[in-house]
C-alpha cells in the first residue's frame, strides 16, 4: 500500500482517525504561529501567520491547493535585530501584528534577549489595511508599548470595530497586563484602558523577580500572574492570567474595566509547562468558555538537565496535568469548572504508551497547545458552539464534540510525521502541533512547529 502523500518515510507517516490531509505547504522553509484566515469581498481565502520578523501570506482559496505568497516583511532586521511579531490578527480590513523586542522563555542555549538601545527595538503593534490588496498589505501605524527589551505585546484579539485587546507590557507593572486599544483611528492608535492583577502593580516596588521587564520569563515568573490572552464577548473579556487562572471583567465601558468573577486553576499546570491558563475562550451561542493549560514543547528538554539553567531538574518531580476545561459562566460572577476533557487517546502502534515520556526518560510537562477561535465578526470561520479545535503539541490535532457540555468526547486526531527539518532545540525532534484556524468551509489549517502546515478535514463531513 503507498504510503501518504505528507508522510516523511515508509516507517514515518504519522498517525490519522477519523480525518484525512488534503494538502501541505512547507511555509517556505519556516513555521507560523496564530493563524488568521481573511475572506474577501470576491469570496478569496486568504490566510495570514507571524513568521519571526515577517507576516505569512498564502491564499487557500483552493484549500486543496494552497498557494504561498510571501513573507511580508514587517520589521527590518538591520534595525531592529531582535525584535519579532509573535501573533497577528485580522478583522475588518486590518492585519494587526503585535511586536516584542526581548524577554520570553528561557531555553538552554538561547540567551535572553535583553540591553538593546531602545533605538533598536519594536514593541507594541503594527497596524496594516489588507482590505484593498490582501497580498500587499498597506502600513498605517506603529503604537510603541513603552517599555523596550521586553514582551511587547503577546497573545491578543481583534474582531474588528473600534477596540484591539492586548496582553501587553507598561512600564511600571510586573508582567504583561490588560491594555485595550482604541483604533477608531488606525493610523493613530491609542490606549482606551488598561486593567492588571493587583499584584503587578509595581511602580516603587521590588518586583518578585527584581521587576525588570528585560528578565527571561523563567518557571518561577510564569506562575506569579501575568496577563497570557484576553477574550472578549459582548462586554465580558475573559482573562487567561497566567498563575491566577482565569479573570471576568466587565467591559461595557472600555475605560474602566472592572472585576466580576474569578475561577483559579493553577493546581492543574505543569511546574515547567508553558502559560499555566492559556486561553479562555467563550463557545458561540452557549455560555460556556473552555480554559487550557498550556504544556510544553519537549524539544526544549534534555534529560538531566543543568538545575541553573532551568531551574529544578526535570526527572526529579511529578508535572500536574495540563488540559481543556469546561468552564460554566451562565452566572459570570461565579464561573464554575464543570467537566475536563479526556486524555488524548493513544494511536494504536503508537512507540510509548502515553504522551508524557515520548523518549525523554523523564516525566515532562505534557499538554495542549490552543484552540480554534470563533470570532462572532468573522464569518468565515468556523462558528460552531459544539465544537473544539485543539493543537495538542505532540498529541497533535485533537477534535472534540462538546454538544453534552458535561461530557466532552473525542472526535479524531491528526498526529503528523516526526520533523525531519534541522532544529537548533537540543530534545527529540518530535511532530509538534502548535496552532490552526478552521474555515467555515470545514478545512483545518493546523501549523507545526520546524515542520510547515497540514490542511485536514474530518472524514464524511462536506
Known sequence: MAIPFYAKSEDNQGYIKNMEVIAYDDLDGGSIFQP?????????YYLYGTMGQAIGILDVTDAANPRFIKRFQTIDPDLYPRSSNPKCQVADGLLITGMCSGGGPYVPGMPPKTDLPAEQCKQGAHIYSNKDDPEN???????DCGVPNSNGVHRFMYNGGRYVHLSCEQRGFEGLIYVILDIEDP???????????????ADGFIGRHGFN???????????????HYPMVKDNLAFLAHDGDGMWVLHIEDP?????????????????????????CLPLPGR???????????YMWFVPN??????????GTMAQALNNLHMVDVSDPTNPVLIAEFPYPEVPEGFPYKNFQQLGLGVNGPFGPHNVHEPMSNKPWLDQRGDRVYCCYFHAGLRVYDVSDEFVPKELGFFIPPNQTRPSPMPGPKLATTEDLCV????????????????VVRMLGEE
Open 439 to 454: 474555515d467555515d468551509r470545514g478545512n483545518m489549517f493546523v501549523m507545526t512547529s520546524n515542520d510547515g502546515m497540514y
Open 213 to 227: 521587564p528585560n528578565a527571561p520569563h523563567i518557571p518561577e515568573f510564569m506562575h506569579t500572574g501575568w496577563l
Open 287 to 297: 455560555d460556556l468558555v473552555v480554559v487550557t493549560n498550556e504544556g510544553e514543547r
Open 187 to 201: 493610523r493613530n492608535p491609542k490606549v482606551a484602558g488598561r486593567w492588571w492583577a493587583p499584584h503587578q502593580f
Open 36 to 44: 488568521q484566515l481573511w475572506r474577501t469581498d470576491d469570496g478569496k
Open 255 to 279: 475605560t474602566r474595566p472592572y472585576v466580576i468573577g474569578q475561577l483559579p486553576l493553577g493546581p492543574f499546570a505543569s511546574w515547567y509547562g508553558g502559560a499555566s491558563t492559556h486561553t
Open 137 to 143: 498589505p498597506a502600513f498605517l501605524a506603529y503604537w
Open 305 to 314: 538537565n543543568d538545575p541553573e539553567k532551568q531551574g529544578k531538574k526535570i
